[in-house]
């Protein structure tokens, strides 16, 4: 058994969830590297060290350069703001360091073809964390499998009312389009429909702000927008992002059509995929809701019981296994920074699609 010591740059929301991962994917996956908690870092001496002494980290500072630099700390994960991403990575990438960072890959298209290009011949990791639910692995096999014949037609959402009230005030999530919908939400479900479906040739789309003025404020960046493509694969394919939904909370949702049946998956109810199957007696076919179990994939790790169910962190945690394991064999695993540049480019022409209010296709972005 091996250690390696973790550095996380950012103590909030992700940088909480990546501490606790590190902290416990040895015992849950049994992982044959083992994380250990060396430095954190915030953007004060102060906050630092109450992340260092809250998750069990050795150290702390305020200064990421440090923090990369250090000796002790072998590999990196980056849960800051998108515009730290590029530099942070590539002076991990210069000192031979492997790199987990948060998505959007950087805070443009060009930061994140920097990245990878940084990244070149070494371990990268872009933070998708929620097609690795155990459903959703499960609806990639079965599309893989066959199960619902040739992929005809996606539908997928990612939709949250975090700021439909518009009378909440401008916040930083407000400003820029990396803070934006299509920077912060779209990319989630971008990337999961080409998990499950396969790359995107061409798109339409339209990018709006509904809420332009707030309290403090004037709102820089989009509320939500819409897209059509089609997939090479030939499928035809329509996504929805949006902060503004009012009700939904984790508003991560798709719809699969194929030649043989269908496939209906909301993360608001996690631990269920929906299955439909046109090959079943007309009598008793329709919607089966299947509850996941051990012997659907990552699950059986964290509980022997059918229909207990996984949770947010647990997705964290699956991430995790996967870094630990790139290191150990040092071979990439999905996904890598490439696969998270890809998912910028897709959000690149819907942007210069909405502009143009014309199809783009994206290989031309």
């Known amino acids: 058994m091996t250690e390696i010591g973790i550095g996380i740059v950012g103590g909030g929301y992700m940088g909480k969830a990546h501490a606790v991962a590190m902290a416990a994917v040895g015992a849950v996956f049994d992982t044959a590297l083992r994380p250990r908690l060396e430095m954190v870092c915030a953007s004060s001496p102060q906050s630092a060290e109450r992340y260092r002494k809250a998750f069990g980290f050795a150290r702390a500072t305020s200064d990421w350069e440090a923090l990369v630099k250090d000796p002790d700390v072998g590999a990196i994960i980056i849960a800051t703001p998108q515009e730290y991403h590029r530099a942070i990575a590539e002076a991990a990438f210069a000192l031979g360091k492997p790199v987990f960072c948060e998505k959007p890959l950087g805070a443009s298209l060009e930061d994140s073809r920097a990245m990878v290009a940084a990244a070149e011949g070494q371990v990268s990791m872009t933070g998708f964390n929620y097609i690795r639910t155990p459903a959703s692995q499960f609806a990639r096999k079965l599309i893989a499998d066959g199960a619902i014949g040739d992929v005809t037609w996606f539908r997928g959402e990612h939709t949250e009312d975090f700021l439909a009230d518009p009378s909440a005030p401008a916040n930083w999530r407000t400003l820029g389009d990396a803070n934006g ?119 059986a790790p964290f509980c022997q019981g059918p229909g207990h169910g996984t949770g947010y962190q647990d997705q964290i945690i699956i991430e995790a296994r996967d870094f630990l394991r790139a290191i150990e064999t040092n071979t990439p695993v999905w996904p890598t920074f490439k696969d998270g540049m890809d998912v910028n480019q897709v959000v690149a022409a819907a942007l210069a699609s909405s502009r143009a209010k014309a199809w783009v296709e994206v290989d031309s972005v």
Request: one cysteine or more.
């Open 181 to 299: 919908t299509m920077g912060d939400l779209a990319p989630h479900m971008i990337n999961g429909a080409m998990a499950l479906i396969g790359p995107i040739a061409s798109l339409i789309a339209e990018v709006e702000t509904v809420h332009a003025e707030r309290p403090g404020g004037a709102v820089t960046n989009d509320d939500h927008g819409q897209l059509m493509c089609r997939f090479r694969n030939g499928a035809m394919g329509q996504m929805y992002f949006s902060r503004i939904s009012h009700g939904r909370k984790m508003g991560y949702a798709y719809e699969i059509t194929g030649t043989k049946g269908a496939i209906r998956f909301d993360q608001e109810d996690q631990n269920a995929l929906w299955l439909y199957s046109a090959e079943e007696p007309e009598a008793t076919r329709g919607f089966r809701k299947i509850l996941t179990g051990p012997a659907h994939p990552d699950y």
